[in-house]
Structures are given as C-alpha cells and as structure tokens.
C-alpha cells in the first residue's frame, strides 16, 4: 500500500513556473460560479512552493480572463479564490478554458478547452478514486486477525499498486509529447529489481546500487518545465537527502554528476547547485560542511581570475559566501587541524595542541564572560574525569584573556572549578606584546595562526568543540561528551578493521 500511497500522493501534487520576459503568450480562462466580482489570483509552483503570479477579477458570472503581454511559463498553476482555495492546472498550450464553482472546485472542474488539463484531470481523479480504495483494504486488513482474509487484503492492495502503475504507463504512452505525460511519468517510480549472488540470497547492496542509477530513468533532467513541478523537487529531495549516503564524499561526487547532468539547462542546473548548496550549509549534521564547502568552491567561488558560475548572485553575497566557505575549508571532518600554540595561566609555559601525548584531543574554545560556557564547562570536565580521561582522551582548552579582567576571571574559574585538564589562553600580556611586536614570540613560540586562533578556527561564537585524531585531523565537532566516547569507540574499532 506505502508504493501506491506515494503514487498518489505525488500524482496530486501541484507544478510550477516562474516569469521571464520572453514567456510563451497564452489565453486562461476560468469560469469558477461563486466567485462574482472577486479577485482571482493565479499562482506558480517553483520546485514545490507557490508564489503569486497575476489576478484577474471576474464578471458577474464568474469570469476571469489571465492575458498579457509577457506571457506565462509551462507549468502547473494554481487559480486561487477566497478562502482562500485553489484547483491546480497545466499551462503548456496556448489556450485553457475551463469552468467549476466553490461547493466543490475539484471534484466540479471540467475542462471546455485543453487536452492536457483533461488527460492531467483524469489522472488525478483516477488517483484519488484508487487512494481511497487502497486505504479502505489498508484498514480492513490491519483489523482482521484471519491470516488468510490478510492475506487476500494483501494480494488485492498489490494489484491496485500495479493497476496504477499501469495506469500511469498507459497514460504516458497515448500522450506521447505532451507536457501532462512528461509530469506523470516523473511520478513513476523506478523498478525495485533485485540483484541476487550465485547462491540465490538477496545482494542488498547491488541491489541499491541499480536503484540508484535507474533512479532518474524517467525524469528528462534537460526540460526546464520540471523546474516548475513540485514532483520534480520532491524527488530531488529524496534523491539528494536519502537515497545518497549521507557521507560527505559520495554526497560531493552524486551531487557533481547530478549537477552535470543539467548542464544544458541553466534553470534546471541553477536550482540544483543552489538546493544542494543550501541544504548543506544549513545542516546541523555533524560533517556535512565538507559538502557546501566542495559546493561553494566547485559553482560559486571563481578561481584564477576567472567568473564566477553563480551568475544569479549579487557580488556582495557572493563575497561573504565564498569567505564563509574559504574559512570552513580548513575545519571539515578529515582536515588536518591547524596548531595552536599558546601560553597556560604563568604566560611562561607554551604549550602545543599537536604535541599533547594522547591519541584524542578534544579542543575547547570558551570565553570567561560567556555565560554559556561557565555552565557547560564545570559539567563538561564532570564528565571529562569520568568517561573522556579513562579512555584517553584529553582536553585542551583555549580561553579569550585578552585584556586585565579577562585574564583575572579566566584564571579565578579555572581556580573555582578546579578545572585540572590542558588550560591555555590568547592571555592579557602576550596580546599587548604581539600587537606591538609578533617578532617577539613568532617563531619562537609560536605562530601567527595561534595568535589569531579565533581567525583560523573560525571561533566568533562560544563554547565551540573540535575532537582531533593521532594525526591530528577533525574527526568530530560540536559534540558531547558521550558522543565523543561513540566515536572514539567507532574510530578504534574501524582502525582495529583496518589495520591502519
């Protein structure tokens, strides 16, 4: 039942399109009884959201007119009354006319003039008439305890899955060309083929693989009119953010080869760079930066004075994003860490993150004026002692002494709470010196990139975490302290496996 479930949640699903200055002219008509004098709004769908297109008020029938002069892109749009309600429809010919009222604006639309709303009508009224029948057996089923009525319950949802697949085929091969057939046969979804081993067992993992290549078979990733499908975006969605491993360098290598596939269609290719962009610079999954990184340098950052593929951007924001990415470069999972080198609470004693003696380091970043921090940290250590220290892993924790009272509440903490792990800090009198003269500790003591850690770890809000391997390389960020004891566990177990 889920397959059909799905089927026809997408089949009803509305499409879109967005205005340009050359669109196609075109004639809508709309005769809605009920709506007498009102305002009626017609809307596109970009991807799987609508915005507002035109108005048109209607005569004393019921009558709207949508006609100018910049024309209309191929889409599915919605004719929106007060309410407010909408009915959806297809807009690739020149001409549409049809006609409903308010007691029902779905299940009373006809169609005067348009093949494809009406092959587009039917569908979705097949649609609905199969949803209902398949979750009135789903729910006969689930209530019989009879394994045998189950069973049959069973076998009928299965062909009403194939009834509707057939359906969709059949519509897809009499409408050959036509805008409502290219949209139905998105929603078709790919074979489920199982690939089995010699023995006969089921090889779920070349199985997944001819899933995911079949997985666009019936998308044309060349017509801009899917742009202005929400089918089309909700397949996108799944594709990028659950038939994709959620691994960083597969997500990075997918996306290329997706992106790649939609170079012949700048809008198709814009929405893709730009929604996977996004997607991942908003992730709050740990890692997942790797993958806006690899986006923003590959589409949006120019490189040896060349111009810039993210056209659509104003140079501002296109600026602060490439900085954005140039500063988080550095601190993806896998990156070599940068040292610091900084002085404990004596400003004599300097002491290297890189050379601390465990394998795990978690890297702390606080501010004794943080409130935040004075919270979590007391806890942290707590924890720290209890279950970071006995598997190893040690703390090296950088504080923002910059000035007098900084410096005396930085170690007044560390005092109160007796916080006995690695303490270091940008303190009040080295700043002061390096200010005036960086000579004096570069590279005597340290480096320019400690001195300017909150540059180079991107550290302008605290507390921030940063876990580092025996090689020193970003293994976690922004994790617990129990979260650092899975990983650690994992990285081990992984490292046993491996041998490396």
């Not at 001819?210 to 997985?215: A, D, G, S, T, V």
């Not at 940008?426 to 570069?442: C, D, F, G, M, P």
């Amino acid at each position: 039942m889920s397959n059909l479930r799905n089927l026809v949640l997408v089949g009803l699903a509305a499409l879109s399109g967005t205005l340009s200055a050359q669109d196609p002219k075109r004639r809508l008509e709309f005769t809605v009884s009920g709506v007498a004098k009102d305002t009626v709004y017609l809307a596109n769908y970009y991807g799987n959201k609508l915005y507002y297109n035109d108005t048109a008020v209607a005569d004393a029938k019921g009558r709207c007119v949508f006609q100018r002069a910049k024309g209309y892109k191929a889409g599915v749009y919605a004719v929106v009354v007060p309410g407010p309600r909408y009915f959806e429809i297809l807009v690739n010919e020149p001409e549409v006319v049809m006609e409903t009222d308010t007691a029902d604006l779905l299940s009373h639309l006809k169609v005067k003039k348009s093949v494809e709303n009406q092959v587009f009508l039917d569908y979705v009224r097949f649609l609905g008439e199969k949803k209902k029948e398949g979750e009135s057996l789903q729910q006969r089923m689930e209530a019989t305890k009879d394994p045998i009525a189950k069973g049959t319950f069973k076998q009928q949802l299965t062909d009403l899955d194939k009834a509707v697949k057939q359906y969709m085929n059949d519509a897809v091969a009499k409408n050959t060309g036509a805008y409502a057939a290219t949209l139905i046969r998105m929603s078709i979804e790919p074979e489920h083929v199982e690939i089995k081993r010699p023995d006969g067992t089921v090889d779920s993992s070349a199985t997944y693989y001819h899933y995911r290549q079949h997985y666009w078979d019936n998308t044309d990733l060349t017509d801009e009119r899917i742009l202005r499908a929400p089918v089309f975006q909700n397949k996108f969605d799944e594709y990028i953010g659950k038939v994709v491993p959620q691994v960083p360098d597969t997500i990075n290598k997918l996306a290329d080869d997706l992106v790649a596939r939609m170079s012949s269609t700048p809008e198709l290719w814009k929405f893709a760079v730009h929604n996977i962009t996004y997607k991942y610079e908003t992730s709050e999954i740990m890692g997942m930066d790797a993958v806006f990184v690899h986006m923003a340098q590959t589409y949006y950052c120019p490189k040896g004075g060349e111009a810039s593929k993210a056209t659509w951007m104003s140079k501002e924001k296109l600026d602060k994003l490439c900085e954005r990415a140039r500063k988080q470069a550095p601190l993806v999972i896998g990156a070599k860490s940068r040292e610091i080198i900084l002085t404990d609470t004596t400003e004599q004693r300097w002491i290297s993150m890189h050379r601390m003696p465990s394998e795990y380091v978690l890297v702390v970043f606080w501010d004794p004026h943080c409130g935040h921090c004075k919270k979590a940290l007391p806890d942290m250590y707590k924890q720290y002692q209890e279950k970071l220290k006995p598997i190893g892993v040690e703390v090296y924790a950088v504080a923002k002494a910059t000035d007098s009272t900084l410096f005396a509440d930085w170690k007044a903490f560390i005092r109160e709470n007796d916080l006995q792990w690695t303490n270091v800090g940008l303190t009040w009198h080295v700043y002061q010196e390096a200010r005036k003269n960086s000579s004096k500790y570069i590279p005597q003591h340290t480096t320019i990139e400690s001195l300017n850690y909150s540059e180079t770890w991107d550290v302008y809000t605290t507390p921030r975490f940063f876990l580092i391997d025996a090689d020193r390389k970003i293994v976690g960020k922004q994790i617990d302290p129990d979260q650092v004891v899975k990983l650690v566990t994992q990285l081990r177990k992984t490292k046993a496996k491996t041998g490396q």
